[in-house]
């Protein structure tokens, strides 16, 4: 059975600070990996995804890597900003073209 | 374009009754998702429509609950005899086709609170 899991559950970073949020699975048998947005009250704004055969996306100031082999995927901010903060969720997409997986997420928290 | 909407935004009933969560997908996407998320976990899968048709509900808890997309876009999800544990977030996501390149478009969710 398919686990995500993400690391830290929390954090709370200085304005302008470079972040790195984590995500593993369980099971490298994904067709591809995403990382989501989630703002209190709101639904999910999908930020970036990464197909199975691709090692990294980049938009923006985010870049997200992905190594299927060991279960991992980074999500990298730059030079983080109070609008930043939000929770972030790592899903993959397993066991069939329609069923995401998601991690507990990271709550992220950036004052000026 | 409008994105996905879902009616009511809050839901607040007592144990026992029977509540209906609407979900409007964007126009023209044929799969449609249903996910509950409990406080401070992510979303869980519960049922996915391809068109009319419920292609995999292996997510629903158990036979209290149902969902229906009876013309293809609008569905709706059904919970009869609700209970205290029924309380969460529940979110339905859109997508143009199931493939592994659409990305699934996500409402803003209905919060259920079972008293």
């Known amino acids: ?112 | 374009g409008a994105g996905v909407s879902q009616t009511p935004s809050n839901k607040v009933t007592e144990k026992g009754k029977y509540v209906e969560l609407r979900c409007d997908p964007i126009s023209g996407h044929t799969a449609l998702y249903w996910y509950r998320q409990s406080l401070g976990q992510g979303p869980e899968f519960l049922i996915y429509f391809q068109g009319t048709g419920a292609a995999d509900d292996s997510g629903l808890p158990n036979d209290r609950f149902f969902a229906v997309r009876p013309e293809g876009s609008v569905s709706t999800l059904k919970i009869q005899r609700t209970e205290r544990g029924d309380s969460a977030v529940y979110l339905c996501a859109s997508s143009l086709m199931p493939t592994t390149t659409d990305t699934q478009y996500f409402g803003p969710g209905t919060r259920l609170t079972v008293l």
């Not at chain 1, 949020?21 to 990996?33: G, P, V």
């Not at chain 1, 691709?54 to 990298?76: C, F, I, M, P, V």
């Open chain 1, 1 to 112: 059975k398919q686990e995500v899991t993400q690391i830290p559950a929390a954090l709370s970073v200085p304005e302008g600070e470079n972040l790195v949020l984590n995500c593993s699975f369980t099971d490298s048998a994904i067709y591809n990996l995403q990382w989501f947005r989630q703002d209190p009250g709101k639904g999910l704004t999908s930020l970036l995804l990464i197909q199975s055969s691709q090692r990294e996306q980049t938009s923006g100031r985010l870049n997200a890597s992905l190594d299927k082999s060991s279960g991992r995927s980074t999500l990298y901010i730059a030079a983080s900003q109070p609008g930043d903060s939000a929770t972030y969720l790592c899903a993959v997409l397993s066991g069939g073209y329609n069923k995401l997986i998601f991690g507990a997420g990271t709550r992220l928290a950036v004052h000026p």
